[in-house]
């Protein structure tokens, strides 16, 4: 312990960065505020992660469950996560608000989310109505996500201008790798096999479906631990340094008299609906849809989309790097555009098959034949999809490359848009505005997977994904041509020595943060405000 504790030292921050000396908080609050961010990572890595886990093994469990259940009934159990959050993430905004704290919702969220998923993975119990209890489990898993709107709103009253930017890009960064780890975690227990093992007199089955929540019990229940006192400290920062730097007396008084572009911010808020509706259609229809085109068993299903999904996280890693150096070579509403809303309007576009041939038709199940499910002859696209002989078959060649595009204009484009929205909206508590780009994220999330497979399941290939290749275009003409109206404004800044004697006479207090409402109008201020 000795030996951490000299390595810690070694390694910590001696000293305040040059850039954030100014007098508004000591090198230790700094520590602290920075630490409190990062357990924000990882908490919003872990939400993400708990959407994405059972992506791709969802319908292979919920056959095993019930095999009358149906492709349009799993579209509702993946929609059930993010129409929980989109539900409750307005409540435990205003909790949070109420409270002035977000420590107690967040500590409670994890303990709903930890039983959640520990729920998920008692399904194998075989309750009555299984299919049902799959849904509520699904849906009680995104009430406890919809502490991401808490989150959001923390880190932008936690961070200074400056930092707004990496932070935003880091929280980008963790929700992403959550929705790619998340079906990575499912491929790696899939050795586990269907049956798996029993444990606990026969009350915990641990196989290659319900490993998946058994790992968020594990991890939530770290997230718990790390918000507890002494660990997690809350350190709000953003307004007092907005009211430092425009030299005024009142903190809210001096946000409230810069008007954010609201065209800008809802261009933003609706690009992000139709970037995250694309995304969750690859990770929704992925499994079923391998299986339908390519004749590949369940376990084959899982365990190649699995090794897609881990070169696509490490795809998605190398892209991250990337995007701080493009941005320095061109703009970012442009490399927004053109590097993210193009590649995925391309990876849509390669998913519309040009097979010579229609996908290999599936025999219906004859138990009378002893022949094992994974049988060939029962492989291939099923004959209650009537368009399975019909519409030609999505090459392997074609999924491979619309995937790649997708794994490097995703990330390109969730972080830009958050990063734009963030500056778009200036220096100012950007928890309400946050909501609504969470909403946003929830209903797509909610309304692709529905949308989605009834149309997979009803129409087939060429009209899923021809409608969102349509989305995709025409949100990346409608972003070009407003283009010159995501270009942040820009402040009058104080010198370093100003700060520090502002900061004295007007102490370091904060007053309660009052958040602005998105549909509301508030006078300019003195500050100038440039746009192109």
Same mark, same amino acid.
């Given at each position: 312990m000795e030996c951490v504790r000299r390595l810690s030292n070694r390694l910590g921050t001696k000293r305040l960065p040059e850039d954030v000396d100014d007098g508004l908080e000591t090198l230790e609050e700094y520590k602290q505020r920075w630490r409190s961010v990062r357990i924000i990572y990882f908490t919003m890595f872990l939400m993400a992660l708990g959407f994405s886990i059972i992506l791709t093994g969802i319908w292979p469990f919920l056959d095993k469950l019930d095999p009358n259940a149906g492709k349009e009934f799993m579209g509702l159990i993946v929609a059930a996560n993010p129409l929980g959050q989109m539900i409750f993430s307005p409540i435990f905004g205003w909790w949070g608000n109420k409270l002035g704290k977000i420590r107690l919702p967040l500590l409670i969220s994890l303990a709903l989310f930890t039983?959640?998923?520990?729920?998920?993975?008692?399904?194998?119990?075989?309750?009555?109505?299984?299919?049902?209890?799959m849904l509520v489990s699904r849906f009680l898993i995104g009430v406890s996500s919809a502490n991401i709107a808490l989150c959001r709103s923390y880190l932008s009253a936690a961070t200074r201008i400056s930092e707004r930017t990496h932070a935003v890009s880091m929280v980008s960064l963790a929700q992403v790798l959550g929705f790619i780890i998340g079906p990575t975690l499912q491929a790696a227990v899939t050795p586990l096999g269907d049956h798996g093992h029993v444990w606990l007199w026969g009350k915990m089955h641990f196989n290659m479906y319900t490993a998946s929540g058994w790992i968020n019990v594990l991890m939530s229940i770290g997230n718990f631990i790390m918000?507890?006192?002494?660990?997690?400290?809350?350190?709000?920062?953003?307004?007092?340094?907005?009211?430092?730097?425009?030299?005024?007396?009142?903190?809210?008084?001096?946000?409230?008299?810069?008007?954010?572009?609201?065209?800008?911010?809802?261009?933003?808020?609706?690009?992000?609906?139709?970037?995250?509706?694309?995304?969750?259609?690859?990770?929704?229809?992925?499994t079923s849809l391998t299986m339908d085109m390519f004749a590949w068993s369940k376990d084959e299903?899982?365990?190649?989309?699995?090794?897609?999904?881990?070169?696509?996280?490490?795809?998605?890693?190398?892209?991250?790097?990337?995007?701080?150096?493009?941005?320095?070579?061109?703009?970012?509403?442009?490399?927004?555009?053109?590097?993210?809303?193009?590649?995925?309007?391309?990876g849509r576009v390669l998913f519309v098959p040009w097979g010579?041939?229609?996908?290999?038709?599936?025999?219906?199940?004859?138990?009378?034949?002893?022949?094992?499910?994974?049988?060939?002859?029962?492989?291939?696209?099923?004959?209650?999809?009537? @368009?399975? %002989?019909?519409?030609?078959?999505?090459?392997?060649?074609?999924?491979?490359? =619309?995937?790649? $595009?997708? !794994?490097?204009? +995703?990330?390109?484009?969730?972080?830009?848009?958050?990063?734009?929205?963030?500056?778009?909206?200036?220096?100012?508590?950007?928890?309400? @505005?946050? %909501?609504?780009?969470?909403?946003?994220?929830?209903?797509?999330?909610?309304? =692709?997977?529905? $949308?989605? !497979?009834?149309? +997979?399941?009803?129409?087939?290939?060429?009209?899923?994904?021809?409608?969102?290749?349509?989305?995709?275009?025409?949100?990346?003409?409608?972003?070009?041509?407003?283009?010159?109206?995501?270009?942040?404004?820009?402040?009058?800044?104080?010198?370093?020595?100003?700060?520090?004697?502002?900061?004295?006479?007007?102490?370091?207090?904060?007053?309660?943060?009052?958040?602005?409402?998105?549909?509301?109008?508030?006078?300019?201020?003195?500050?100038?405000?440039?746009?192109?």
């Amino acid at each position: 312990m000795e030996c951490v504790r000299r390595l810690s030292n070694r390694l910590g921050t001696k000293r305040l960065p040059e850039d954030v000396d100014d007098g508004l908080e000591t090198l230790e609050e700094y520590k602290q505020r920075w630490r409190s961010v990062r357990i924000i990572y990882f908490t919003m890595f872990l939400m993400a992660l708990g959407f994405s886990i059972i992506l791709t093994g969802i319908w292979p469990f919920l056959d095993k469950l019930d095999p009358n259940a149906g492709k349009e009934f799993m579209g509702l159990i993946v929609a059930a996560n993010p129409l929980g959050q989109m539900i409750f993430s307005p409540i435990f905004g205003w909790w949070g608000n109420k409270l002035g704290k977000i420590r107690l919702p967040l500590l409670i969220s994890l303990a709903l989310f930890t039983f959640a998923s520990g729920l998920y993975s008692s399904l194998e119990l075989r309750p009555d109505n299984v299919k049902y209890w799959m849904l509520v489990s699904r849906f009680l898993i995104g009430v406890s996500s919809a502490n991401i709107a808490l989150c959001r709103s923390y880190l932008s009253a936690a961070t200074r201008i400056s930092e707004r930017t990496h932070a935003v890009s880091m929280v980008s960064l963790a929700q992403v790798l959550g929705f790619i780890i998340g079906p990575t975690l499912q491929a790696a227990v899939t050795p586990l096999g269907d049956h798996g093992h029993v444990w606990l007199w026969g009350k915990m089955h641990f196989n290659m479906y319900t490993a998946s929540g058994w790992i968020n019990v594990l991890m939530s229940i770290g997230n718990f631990i790390m918000f507890l006192p002494g660990i997690f400290e809350e350190h709000k920062i953003a307004a007092r340094e907005v009211m430092v730097m425009q030299g005024g007396t009142s903190e809210k008084e001096t946000w409230k008299g810069i008007k954010p572009n609201y065209f800008s911010a809802w261009t933003l808020i609706i690009a992000f609906f139709v970037l995250v509706f694309n995304f969750v259609l690859l990770e929704t229809l992925g499994t079923s849809l391998t299986m339908d085109m390519f004749a590949w068993s369940k376990d084959e299903a899982l365990w190649y989309m699995g090794i897609m999904m881990t070169t696509a996280a490490i795809v998605s890693l190398v892209t991250f790097v990337l995007i701080e150096p493009m941005c320095k070579l061109f703009a970012e509403r442009y490399v927004l555009i053109w590097g993210g809303f193009s590649l995925m309007f391309l990876g849509r576009v390669l998913f519309v098959p040009w097979g010579p041939d229609p996908p290999k038709l599936a025999q219906p199940f004859n138990a009378s034949l002893n022949l094992s499910a994974d049988d060939p002859i029962y492989l291939g696209c099923p004959h209650t999809q009537e @368009w399975c %002989g019909e519409i030609p078959a999505l090459t392997l060649t074609q999924f491979i490359i =619309g995937f790649a $595009f997708t !794994s490097v204009g +995703y990330p390109i484009g969730v972080t830009l848009i958050q990063t734009i929205f963030s500056k778009v909206l200036g220096p100012r508590p950007q928890g309400v @505005w946050m %909501g609504w780009m969470t909403g946003s994220g929830c209903l797509s999330r909610a309304l =692709g997977p529905v $949308f989605v !497979s009834s149309i +997979y399941a009803r129409l087939g290939t060429n009209w899923t994904f021809g409608v969102t290749s349509f989305m995709m275009l025409i949100s990346m003409i409608w972003l070009q041509f407003s283009n010159r109206l995501l270009i942040p404004p820009t402040f009058d800044k104080a010198t370093p020595v100003e700060l520090q004697e502002l900061s004295k006479h007007n102490g370091t207090k904060p007053e309660e943060d009052e958040e602005d409402d998105p549909n509301s109008d508030h006078h300019s201020s003195h500050n100038s405000l440039s746009k192109a």
